[in-house]
């Protein structure tokens, strides 16, 4: 089944204390992203990846890192969270190019609370 | 101004009844339209994926584009209560490569049984 996951799916962590949230495509997908959820804002993209590694800022980046070692994982990395950064998390791939290209996956949301 | 928005509703119909959603936008240089559903503690899934102007339908669903007043709608006709969820607009300039997916707030909607 074509899918994408992410770990954890409900985080509660405290200020300052660096956290990583795992995303995984059995696709083959060359694209992935980061989106965060908030009420009244929508999704807003936090950082993407074209392949492996190549990795550029999306809309919302400060606080956030990535990295994109292999082409099925694109972990989310917060070196130092804060509560601005408590939100609804989605990591999202898609192929780049020819039919399906425009159809992008979302995996099921890693709610975080940052106290 | 955002670049896209849309309205955030709740929106409540009863059972049957036909649903519009609609979302406005000021880009002009946007030419791909979709409408995400997005079920609760769930992702965001395509529902509808239109090109430019016109009119696609699938099943129950239609998805508008009126280019010239940037507005696209979504319409729903025989609602059922399996149709309540979030629905997401979303546009883009590009359908290949790195295009960026521009998003609406989403409209909550329920169909009442």
């Known amino acids: 089944e074509a899918q994408v996951t992410q770990n954890p799916r409900y985080l509660i962590t405290v200020t300052g204390k660096k956290l990583t949230v795992t995303c995984s495509q059995n696709?083959?997908?060359?694209?992935m992203s980061w989106y965060r959820q908030d009420p009244g804002l929508g999704l807003r993209q936090i950082y993407y990846?074209?392949?492996?590694?190549?990795?550029d800022k999306g809309d919302v980046p400060e606080g956030y890192k990535v990295s994109r070692k292999e082409k099925r994982n694109f972990p989310l990395i917060l070196e130092s969270p804060s509560p601005n950064q408590t939100s609804l998390y989605f990591c999202?791939?898609?192929?780049?190019?020819?039919?399906?290209?425009?159809?992008?996956?979302f995996g099921p949301g890693t709610r975080l609370l940052v106290l | 101004q955002k670049e896209v928005e849309q309205d955030p509703g709740p929106l409540s119909v009863p059972e049957g009844a036909i649903v519009s959603l609609n979302c406005t936008y000021s880009?002009?240089?946007?030419?791909?339209f979709m409408w995400y559903r997005q079920y609760s503690r769930k992702g965001p899934e395509l529902l509808m994926y239109?090109?430019?102007?016109g009119n696609k339908e699938d099943g129950r669903f239609t998805a508008q584009v009126d280019k010239s007043s940037k507005y696209i709608s979504l319409f729903i006709r025989d609602s059922q209560p399996s149709d309540s969820a979030t629905y997401l607009c979303?546009?883009?300039?590009?359908?290949?490569?790195?295009?960026?997916?521009?998003f609406g707030q989403g409209t909550r909607l329920t169909i009442n049984p």
């Open positions: 979303a546009m883009s300039k590009s359908s290949q490569g790195a295009q960026k997916l521009v």
């Open positions: 990846s074209m392949n492996v590694e190549v990795t």
């Open positions: 696709m083959n997908h060359e694209y």
């Open positions: 880009n002009s240089a946007f030419q791909y």
């Open positions: 239109t090109y430019s102007s």
């Open positions: 999202a791939s898609r192929g780049l190019a020819g039919k399906g290209a425009e159809t992008q996956y």
